[in-house]
């Protein structure tokens, strides 16, 4: 029979970043934990029974958990409500859970399938893409909120060569796909960035303006080539027939500057 030996921890603080709870055992070997989501709705969990009646109801649970479930932070319900931020972390744990309980599908959500192959979820292509930079999936941040038509936002906040990138996507829990809503997204899926399409006036084209469309110049005072009427004297034979002027095709300078071969002659 196997005994399992159970090592106490004594919880000395937090790391610098914040991140971490820091922790030493009896021989003073120090342990570190990572703060998360789920840590954190465990630890408030238990105080949710300790709401004391004399309270004034200055905005209500349902308010709360709603509130927190579309991404608004703790601090900024408790500002607006006028009440202690330890009220709104009394009711934060079932919504903490939620949201992670959310993050896990979105995660495990297939999003590639081909022939011959294992199905790829989610994670794996965040990781698979992540991979050239060295990024450790366990320093990703990952966050959600659900909108007011029932759709969940996943956000991912990752390490980068600026410092620190995101992209997100929308959910479809009842579908299990994800959309890319910005490009960190499509970066992240491999996927092409849509062209942005600059809307073009119709029945006008025109070539690379910078606002896709112009005002037509316009042409009110200018004058353009014009057609003039030129006639020539008939020769012996037309005479005879009757004809006494017949018109005359202007040629391509007439058309162009309005005159005759002869008028110009006589002008010299």
């Known amino acids: 029979?196997?005994?399992?030996?159970?090592?106490?921890?004594?919880?000395?603080?937090?790391?610098?970043?914040?991140?971490?709870?820091?922790?030493?055992?009896?021989?003073?070997?120090?342990?570190?934990?990572?703060?998360s989501d789920t840590l954190r709705a465990t630890v408030n969990q238990p105080r949710l029974s300790a709401v004391r009646a004399d309270e004034g109801e200055t905005i209500s649970v349902r308010e709360i958990q709603a509130r927190l479930r579309m991404g608004e932070?703790?601090?900024?319900?408790?500002?607006?409500?006028?009440?202690?931020?330890?009220?709104?972390?009394r009711f934060a744990g079932p919504?903490?859970?939620?949201?992670?309980?959310?993050?896990?599908?979105?995660?495990?959500?297939?999003?590639?399938?081909e022939s011959g192959r294992d199905p790829?979820?989610?994670?794996?292509?965040?990781?698979?893409?992540?991979?050239?930079?060295?990024?450790?999936?366990s320093s990703l941040e990952?966050?959600?909120?659900r909108l007011e038509d029932a759709s969940w936002i996943i956000r991912l906040e990752y390490p980068n060569r600026e410092g620190f990138g995101s992209a997100d996507w929308?959910?479809?829990?009842?579908?299990?796909?994800?959309?890319?809503?910005?490009?960190?997204?499509?970066?992240?899926?491999?996927e092409e960035t849509p062209p942005v399409r600059t809307p073009i006036e119709r029945g006008m084209i025109y070539g690379n303006h910078?606002?896709?469309?112009?005002?037509?110049?316009?042409t009110i005072g200018r004058e353009g080539p014009r057609l003039v009427s030129i006639r020539e004297t008939p020769d012996e034979e037309s005479s005879k027939?009757?004809?006494?002027?017949?018109?005359?095709?202007?040629?391509?300078?007439?058309?162009?500057?309005?005159?005759?071969?002869?008028?110009?002659?006589?002008?010299?």
Request: charged share 25%; with cysteine; aromatic share 6%.
């Open 1 to 35: 029979m196997t005994l399992i030996t159970v090592t106490e921890l004594r919880l000395t603080g937090k790391s610098e970043d914040g991140t971490h709870l820091t922790l030493t055992d009896a021989e003073d070997t120090q342990y570190t934990v990572r703060i």
């Open 95 to 113: 919504i903490v859970q939620e949201r992670a309980y959310i993050i896990a599908l979105a995660q495990n959500a297939i999003v590639r399938k």
């Open 170 to 190: 929308s959910f479809d829990l009842a579908r299990k796909s994800l959309s890319s809503l910005d490009d960190g997204a499509h970066w992240m899926m491999g």
């Open 120 to 137: 790829v979820n989610f994670l794996a292509v965040i990781a698979s893409r992540l991979a050239p930079s060295h990024v450790d999936v």
């Open 73 to 89: 932070p703790a601090e900024s319900i408790a500002r607006s409500a006028q009440c202690p931020i330890d009220k709104i972390d």
């Open 241 to 268: 027939d009757g004809v006494t002027a017949r018109a005359k095709v202007p040629s391509w300078d007439e058309i162009m500057f309005g005159g005759t071969k002869k008028t110009d002659e006589d002008s010299e």
């Open 142 to 145: 990952w966050t959600t909120w």
């Open 210 to 218: 910078p606002t896709g469309s112009r005002t037509p110049e316009s």
